[in-house]
């Protein structure tokens, strides 16, 4: 029996960040396990992006907590949460650059970022 894979990507509105540090959007690549690619936009903060995926029995939500670091030349650092709250358990965490090769997070199951551009708000 072959297994479909759904993806569901919502983004929360608001953000957690402070009111002096400058938000951003960013526009990044997902790939999905079957290797089908979407774009997405959202702002940075705490579960910024919700991923859902299905193996076609169960589902999987995976929360983005994005944030762009001005000072390493904005670089944005992702979180990949187990749930949306600040003491969700993090499955994974790595940086990403404009325009660098897709990451592949260390969940299951498994999903690839890149990023595409950053904006200022």
Avoid: N, W
């Amino acid at each position: 029996m072959r297994k479909s894979i759904v993806l569901a990507i919502l983004m929360i509105c608001g953000g957690s960040a402070a009111a002096t540090q400058p938000m951003h959007r960013v526009a990044l690549r997902i790939e999905l396990p079957s290797g089908e690619t979407r774009e997405i936009r959202a702002r940075e903060g705490e579960a910024a992006v919700q991923v859902e995926l299905s193996d076609g029995q169960a589902y999987r939500d995976f929360y983005l907590r994005l944030v762009v670091r001005e000072e390493a030349g904005r670089v944005l650092l992702v979180s990949v949460r187990d749930g949306r709250g600040s003491d969700a358990d993090t499955l994974d965490e790595f940086e990403l650059v404009v325009g660098g090769d897709l990451r592949r997070t260390r969940t299951s199951p498994s999903f690839a970022l890149a990023l595409l551009q950053v904006d200022d708000l």
